[in-house]
């Protein structure tokens, strides 16, 4: 072990990448308070206070909305595996590495899982699905509300609407769009939807915010084995969450606190203005990107506001490119998953990071690395992008 | 939703439970840096370096050194389920509420499990365990190394001799021992061992720190099926931490960074000194407690000395005692759990809480409660603590 290591000192990067998302100062001085214990009464408080501000966020009335100590990941297992027994078939829509992840996760679970492959880039294609279900006693269908490796929104009317028609579990993968656009869990008859801490809530990665509609907490308080995660299992966590504070884990004090602030700033702003303000923001990027010069790699009417996929030119060197950004400017942007890797740029206008001076700074940053690689923009795409966002929010 | 959500201003407690333990102020610091992304080059490094720090801690030289992106119950968790395949035969000495969860998250994990019951208090009776190891192929010997639920210290050593002659994985619970005590991971031939981030280290709660053994990781390469979980894998989490950096979660830098600073902590005191501070600062509380006229509930040989465990004198509200310490000191002890509970208290003396003044303090809180309960205690304990201090380190 070397004698002298050295405290970090963390630079401060403009993250513009799909997550996390730029961490509001009250946020971070919250996260840094002291350490209070998991049964501390106060703690109480504050956990009923986040469920509650969670509600809100998720459109769910049902107290089975909490946190899991993990990350988004961890909410995704966690819905998964506490409402899947082994042999129940789910029919997941993939379009993505993250729908494709719950393929993975649910067989993990024991799920027989019906994955229904799409081009990555555009919505599920319904006909498809219900194509995919016939014949098939369906427990699950599956969906990613707003796709990280591809930027692509999926409206959850239909699934919802096939979800009812197959009488099946409705679960929905929020993490890239809770806090950024409705999830309407209750509207939406959503049984079960996660997300992450970070991303769309701006706090800090390592908390899950999950919520499970009465339906599916009936069927996890009637499982016939127990939930193979311990960790993770609702049954569990409900009574250390609920009024009764039996202990589960030492739940960190730190995260909920930061948590908390977070909420309560995206409480203080409004869903709807939030919501409004991220549209406005994708907008304007979008605008921009395309006065460059540059492709979107999904249509207009498949876009997230939150997350913009962009083409990598040919001959363009990915890594070179967002090595630059970073080195210069101390901006991060993320490159593609999967088969993407290496031609996809993926810029995050999420949470307190959407506002039209990082929309500004990323497509001035952007252009300059593009001349430095000999790849001349059109344009720097920055007055598209000021004139969309002029437009307002019609 | 209440229209005014107050922001969370947390008390600063005297964490003197077993777990959390106070927080230094530079490890609080290094938690409120500003976030970086998950990918970003500079966390490896910070990576690296936590991986070195960790296994100098668990005396291991195994690659496979990292953290769980969760508490030390997801630490317990991962362990277990990536070893586990269904069928095999686990041997769990029990002998506390902690030894009781690793056979629940065995059997979740589909192990047969030889749970060998022991007495709560004591260490594990090795004639026991071999009798009831007898005739099995057992796969797995588990046991915990410090008992939060009890205070009682469990030797590796005939435990790990156990498993060679069976020629299972040892796999240790250092929940409460990390930071404390040694494990020697290697000198003890431990397998798979897991804590949490907050006792021993000090740091805030919220992520787990794991070794495995090579012959562990072999174990795991090759697996027949899958780990259960997903999030917990090692297989993919190698190769987040290891070089390739393959995404697989977005890991909290906020967290790495404050783990990193706290284990900085830890090697400037010195392995060493650290440990003796531990050994010294329990039998300083062990003999405060004595001259209370309290009973210990654990004998002196059994005794771990960051966690004692003291007998609730009878008649004595536990919960009016502990509301009162919180309320008038700002000190948090804990209670007792499962059939100990309003038995014991339990009084923690971790990391950077194990001090003199920390005794002190909580021996002079405790004698003024139990006298407002009408108990008066023999004597306030602070002058036997005292002496037992200032009669060192032998």
């Avoid at 555009?122 to 509300?145: G, H, M, P, S, T």
């Avoid at 492709?295 to 990598?312: K, N, W």
Wanted: some cysteine; aromatic content about 6%; hydrophobic content about 45%.
């Amino acid at each position: 072990m070397n004698p002298q290591v050295q405290a970090f000192t963390t630079p401060e990067r403009l993250l513009l990448g799909p997550g996390p998302s730029p961490v509001a100062p009250s946020v971070l001085r919250a996260l840094a308070q002291p350490t209070i214990g998991h049964l501390d009464p106060l703690l109480l408080q504050v956990q009923d206070e986040i469920s509650a501000l969670l509600r809100s966020v998720y459109g769910s009335e049902s107290p089975w909305t909490i946190a899991f100590s993990g990350t988004g990941s961890s909410g995704m297992e966690g819905a998964l595996v506490n409402l899947i027994e082994p042999g129940d078939v789910a029919l997941v829509a993939v379009g993505g590495f993250f729908g494709a992840r719950m393929v993975d996760v649910a067989q993990r679970a024991g799920a027989r899982v019906i994955a229904v492959e799409h081009e990555w880039g555009r919505q599920a294609d319904l006909a498809k699905l219900r194509k995919a279900a016939a014949a098939e006693r369906v427990r699950f269908v599956c969906a990613v509300q707003a796709e990280t490796s591809t930027g692509v929104r999926q409206d959850l009317a239909p699934l919802s609407q096939l979800a009812r028609e197959l009488d099946a579990f409705f679960v929905v993968d929020a993490v890239t769009s809770l806090g950024c656009m409705a999830v309407d869990c209750d509207a939406q008859g959503i049984d079960a939807a996660y997300s992450c801490s970070q991303k769309g809530l701006s706090c800090v990665p390592g908390l899950a915010p999950v919520t499970f509609s009465p339906r599916a907490q009936a069927r996890i308080a009637s499982r016939t084995r127990p939930v193979q995660s311990f960790y993770l299992d609702m049954n569990l966590l409900m009574r250390f969450w609920g009024g009764e504070r039996g202990y589960h884990h030492t739940i960190s004090s730190n995260l909920l606190v930061a948590l908390h602030e977070a909420l309560r700033l995206v409480h203080l702003e409004g869903l709807e203005a939030r919501f409004e303000r991220h549209a406005r923001i994708g907008r304007s990027l979008r605008a921009g990107v395309r006065a460059m010069g540059l492709e979107l790699f999904v249509p207009d009417e498949d876009a997230l506001s939150q997350v913009t996929a962009i083409r990598i030119p040919a001959g363009v060197d990915d890594l070179r490119v967002r090595k630059r950004l970073l080195a210069e400017y101390g901006i991060e942007i993320s490159g593609g998953l999967g088969a993407q890797k290496g031609r996809l740029w993926r810029v995050g206008m999420m949470g307190s990071g959407a506002s039209l001076r990082n929309v500004v700074l990323v497509l001035d940053a952007l252009a300059a690395s593009l001349r430095a690689e000999g790849e001349p923009p059109l344009d720097s795409g920055v007055e598209a992008a000021q004139g969309a966002f002029a437009a307002g929010t019609s």
